[in-house]
């Protein structure tokens, strides 16, 4: 059967063809050879224009053209090749080529899609190809927005916390100064009706204040302190205040615990912080106005929901679960929320679920989100129990004073905060001790070379120096020394010794005795 | 329409009026990183709804908005990690036009479910090309003009692009080009 086509017809189902005539001459070729082998015009020898020994050999290119061979042809001019086949044409021959790519993909410098016949599997091989390595650059390049949005996130971030703690600080220090003399004030009791009313009000807005900042100093670490034994219910209890500070006017905020006396190992700022995230989801979907609810509840792991990627270990846990009466989350919505690009709640101004799903795998639990009973949404934190042994750390009042223990210790007092340090003398001398003064590590330094203390009650963060450092040093030069630092933030456990005692700024009166009874208990012999 | 336009839409208003005015969009669009992965078809209503939101700031008609994002999706896709595939397209503005289909019909084996438009050549000439444009969606031949007016730029011609009135049936423009140093 023949079939009539013209050059015109050829160029459309070959864009790339060579019509030769029976001495290999180029009779036509198609618009895509033309563009890509300049050389190939009508008239030039086929020799000339290709490299292959048989294309200046006609009597082997007949007889390939018999054949309907698969042939290959490279350029002499530049670095092209053709693939394709030949077929007899007349006395000459037709070449149904189509190019080789240079390189995978659309990268090849001068092809172009209609240099290939209509049918082609080429062309869409190279645009599939092309598109696969534009996502794959699209990937790399909204990989780099994320880590970017996230540094500058982690920046602004650690830039408040660092204002947030300075500013908690030196609050700290004036509100213990007050605290101090307030309850120098209530211990006068000449102080009687309305003043004394006054005095007690006083005292009872200091004490929370105090409280807030110290939360304030919780978060504003924004680290992971030491892991230590925790009650979550006292912790919870403590940090209410911040809690519903964080909650805004509108919203109820109740805790409902039950952690029936049990431990947790537990960093306090990172539990902190990751429920504040939750307060600050639940108040952004509940729109400013609600109910949120903390609960505690003792379980055990085989009552634990299933977490995607999570194991479970064996034993029992306390489930901190913060519930609101918001809209509700859906299942599919709970099963990516903790995706590190996607929170439920966009406007949040927390770091969201990620950093609190992270933080409870850190503290070696996990977390749970699902439905609340009335509707809105429930997010447990579920942390391994640590034993059943009440939380060590900061003491009850009210401990048993030890026989032994002298009636009138010799107290360093190490203080940078004039008015807290003129405080502190003036209450441990109430208290029956014997005190002296120093308004920094050197000065300190300076009276311990000349006489012995009892102990040594000190600031840590002082401009000339470290109260741990100064302590350590005490340590070596009068040996059997007491040792209480003082502080508003959480010193790193590993750098302290299992004798000394901590008090944390704010602190009350009652709590500064009975630190400096175990201070005193704690000590080897006279310094 | 798919994940690019979005994309694009975002890098015409950073460029034209900076990052916080494209987060007022955003926010106010609703949208999240969800909404830009580039192969990923989305409901035409995100798209409109951006489009609209995207003019009220550029202070344009929707039909200037569409025209000017459509030059500059030429440059967007040419100058991104598409742009190989666009110089794969053509190497010529005809060429260009003339191939879009056939890429079209490549990029589907990707896509199935994306509704892609069609552009023949219908007549050409030594600096004038005729195309029809068919869609199954309405109001985007402003977009459309402004795609030939940014192909113009990509190929470093001059000249002017005209809807030509076709009586009911498919759009037709008129593309005509000269070099810019003002030969063919």
């Given at each position: 059967?023949?079939?009539?086509?013209?050059?015109?017809?050829?160029?459309?189902?070959?864009?790339?063809?060579?019509?030769?005539?029976?001495?290999?001459?180029?009779?036509?070729?198609?618009?895509?050879?033309?563009?890509?082998?300049?050389?190939?015009?009508?008239?030039?020898?086929?020799?000339?224009?290709?490299?292959?020994?048989?294309?200046?050999?006609?009597?082997?290119?007949?007889?390939?053209?018999?054949?309907?061979?698969?042939?290959?042809?490279?350029?002499?001019?530049?670095?092209?090749?053709?693939?394709?086949?030949?077929?007899?044409?007349?006395?000459?021959?037709?070449?149904?080529?189509?190019?080789?790519?240079?390189?995978?993909?659309?990268?090849?410098?001068?092809?172009?899609?209609?240099?290939?016949?209509?049918?082609?599997?080429?062309?869409?091989?190279?645009?599939?190809?092309?598109?696969?390595?534009?996502?794959?650059?699209?990937?790399?390049?909204?990989?780099?927005?994320?880590?970017?949005?996230?540094?500058?996130?982690?920046?602004?971030?650690?830039?408040?916390?660092?204002?947030?703690g300075?500013?908690?600080h030196?609050?700290n220090?004036?509100?213990s100064?007050?605290?101090?003399?307030?309850?120098?004030?209530?211990?006068?009791?000449?102080?009687?009706?309305?003043?004394?009313?006054?005095?007690?009000?006083?005292?009872?807005?200091?004490?929370?204040?105090?409280?807030?900042?110290q939360?304030?100093m919780v978060?504003?670490q924004?680290r992971h302190d030491s892991r230590l034994p925790t009650s979550?219910?006292?912790l919870?209890?403590?940090?209410?205040?911040?809690?519903?500070?964080?909650?805004?006017?509108?919203?109820?905020?109740?805790?409902?615990?039950?952690?029936?006396?049990?431990v947790?190992e537990v960093s306090k700022t990172g539990?902190?912080?990751?429920?504040?995230?939750?307060?600050?989801?639940?108040?952004?979907?509940?729109?400013?106005?609600?109910?949120?609810?903390?609960?505690?509840?003792?379980?055990?792991?085989?009552?634990?929901?299933?977490?995607?990627?999570?194991?479970?270990?064996?034993?029992?846990?306390?489930?901190?679960?913060?519930?609101?009466?918001?809209?509700?989350?859906?299942?599919?919505?709970?099963?990516?929320?903790?995706?590190?690009?996607?929170?439920?709640?966009?406007?949040?101004?927390?770091?969201?679920?990620?950093?609190?799903?992270?933080?409870?795998?850190?503290?070696?639990?996990?977390?749970?989100?699902?439905?609340?009973?009335?509707?809105?949404?429930?997010?447990?934190?579920?942390?391994?129990?640590a034993?059943?042994?009440p939380a060590t750390g900061e003491t009850a009042?009210?401990d048993?004073?030890?026989?032994?223990?002298?009636?009138?210790?010799?107290i360093l007092v190490v203080e940078d905060?004039?008015?807290?340090?003129?405080?502190l003398?003036?209450?441990?001398?109430?208290?029956?001790?014997?005190?002296?003064?120093a308004?920094g590590a050197?000065?300190a330094r300076?009276?311990l070379?000349?006489?012995?203390c009892d102990i040594l009650l000190t600031d840590i963060v002082m401009?000339d120096g470290s109260g741990i450092d100064l302590a350590n040093w005490a340590s070596g030069v009068r040996a059997g020394i007491g040792v209480v630092l003082m502080s508003g933030f959480v010193p790193d456990a590993s750098g302290l010794r299992g004798e000394w005692q901590f008090l944390r700024k704010p602190f009350?009166?009652?709590l500064l005795r009975e630190m400096i009874n175990k201070a005193l208990d704690a000590r080897s012999g006279?310094a | 329409?798919?994940?690019?336009?979005?994309?694009?839409?975002?890098?015409?208003?950073?460029?034209?009026?900076?990052?916080?005015?494209?987060?007022?969009?955003?926010?106010?669009?609703?949208?999240?990183?969800?909404?830009?992965?580039?192969?990923?078809?989305?409901?035409?209503?995100?798209?409109?709804?951006?489009?609209?939101?995207?003019?009220?700031?550029?202070?344009?008609?929707?039909?200037?908005?569409?025209?000017?994002?459509?030059?500059?999706?030429?440059?967007?896709?040419?100058?991104?990690?598409?742009?190989?595939?666009?110089?794969?397209?053509?190497?010529?503005?005809?060429?260009?036009?003339?191939?879009?289909?056939?890429?079209?019909?490549?990029?589907?084996?990707?896509?199935?479910?994306?509704?892609?438009?069609?552009?023949?050549?219908?007549?050409?000439?030594?600096?004038?090309?005729?195309?029809?444009?068919?869609?199954?969606?309405?109001?985007?031949?402003?977009?459309?003009?402004?795609?030939?007016?940014?192909?113009?730029?990509?190929?470093?011609?001059?000249?002017?692009?005209?809807?030509?009135?076709?009586?009911?049936?498919?759009?037709?423009?008129?593309?005509?080009?000269?070099?810019?140093?003002?030969?063919?």
């Amino acid at each position: 059967m023949n079939i009539a086509v013209n050059d015109a017809d050829l160029a459309l189902l070959f864009p790339s063809y060579v019509r030769v005539d029976a001495g290999l001459r180029v009779v036509s070729c198609g618009p895509a050879l033309s563009r890509l082998v300049p050389a190939a015009v009508a008239g030039a020898r086929f020799g000339e224009v290709f490299k292959e020994e048989w294309a200046c050999d006609s009597a082997r290119v007949h007889a390939m053209a018999a054949a309907r061979k698969a042939i290959r042809l490279s350029s002499r001019s530049c670095r092209r090749m053709f693939i394709g086949s030949v077929i007899p044409d007349g006395d000459g021959a037709l070449f149904a080529i189509n190019p080789t790519p240079m390189s995978i993909g659309c990268d090849d410098p001068v092809l172009q899609l209609s240099d290939f016949e209509p049918g082609s599997p080429i062309v869409p091989a190279i645009i599939l190809l092309g598109m696969q390595q534009a996502l794959i650059d699209e990937a790399a390049e909204a990989a780099l927005e994320l880590v970017k949005e996230r540094q500058k996130s982690l920046g602004l971030l650690e830039r408040l916390s660092r204002l947030a703690g300075i500013f908690a600080h030196d609050f700290n220090n004036l509100l213990s100064v007050m605290a101090l003399n307030a309850k120098c004030l209530q211990r006068d009791a000449a102080l009687q009706g309305q003043s004394r009313r006054q005095i007690d009000i006083l005292g009872e807005a200091l004490d929370r204040g105090a409280d807030l900042t110290q939360s304030l100093m919780v978060i504003a670490q924004q680290r992971h302190d030491s892991r230590l034994p925790t009650s979550i219910d006292r912790l919870l209890a403590e940090n209410l205040d911040i809690f519903k500070s964080t909650a805004g006017r509108g919203i109820a905020l109740s805790l409902d615990l039950r952690d029936e006396g049990a431990v947790v190992e537990v960093s306090k700022t990172g539990l902190v912080a990751s429920l504040v995230n939750l307060i600050v989801n639940s108040r952004e979907v509940t729109t400013g106005c609600g109910t949120i609810r903390i609960s505690t509840r003792l379980k055990d792991a085989g009552a634990a929901p299933p977490a995607p990627g999570v194991r479970c270990g064996e034993g029992r846990y306390i489930v901190i679960e913060v519930i609101d009466n918001g809209p509700g989350i859906s299942e599919e919505a709970a099963a990516r929320a903790v995706e590190t690009f996607r929170s439920p709640s966009r406007l949040a101004g927390g770091l969201g679920l990620p950093s609190v799903h992270d933080f409870a795998l850190e503290m070696e639990g996990f977390i749970a989100i699902g439905a609340g009973r009335g509707g809105g949404a429930a997010v447990a934190i579920w942390l391994p129990v640590a034993s059943p042994s009440p939380a060590t750390g900061e003491t009850a009042p009210g401990d048993e004073s030890r026989a032994l223990r002298p009636a009138r210790a010799r107290i360093l007092v190490v203080e940078d905060e004039p008015l807290a340090l003129e405080a502190l003398g003036e209450l441990l001398e109430g208290l029956g001790h014997d005190v002296e003064l120093a308004s920094g590590a050197n000065s300190a330094r300076a009276i311990l070379a000349q006489r012995p203390c009892d102990i040594l009650l000190t600031d840590i963060v002082m401009p000339d120096g470290s109260g741990i450092d100064l302590a350590n040093w005490a340590s070596g030069v009068r040996a059997g020394i007491g040792v209480v630092l003082m502080s508003g933030f959480v010193p790193d456990a590993s750098g302290l010794r299992g004798e000394w005692q901590f008090l944390r700024k704010p602190f009350r009166q009652d709590l500064l005795r009975e630190m400096i009874n175990k201070a005193l208990d704690a000590r080897s012999g006279p310094a | 329409m798919y994940g690019m336009i979005h994309r694009g839409l975002r890098a015409l208003v950073i460029e034209e009026l900076g990052e916080a005015q494209w987060r007022d969009c955003e926010h106010q669009a609703g949208l999240g990183a969800g909404e830009f992965i580039s192969v990923r078809v989305y409901d035409d209503e995100v798209t409109f709804n951006l489009v609209q939101i995207v003019a009220v700031r550029l202070g344009l008609s929707i039909e200037e908005c569409l025209r000017k994002f459509g030059a500059y999706w030429i440059r967007f896709t040419a100058d991104g990690p598409y742009g190989a595939m666009m110089r794969f397209t053509g190497r010529d503005i005809t060429s260009f036009i003339g191939n879009l289909d056939r890429m079209h019909q490549s990029v589907l084996m990707a896509m199935p479910e994306a509704r892609v438009p069609s552009f023949s050549i219908v007549d050409k000439a030594e600096g004038l090309v005729r195309v029809r444009y068919a869609s199954e969606r309405d109001g985007l031949e402003p977009l459309v003009a402004g795609l030939f007016e940014g192909l113009l730029q990509r190929f470093e011609l001059q000249g002017s692009v005209e809807q030509v009135d076709c009586q009911g049936k498919d759009p037709e423009f008129l593309v005509r080009y000269h070099a810019k140093d003002g030969g063919p």
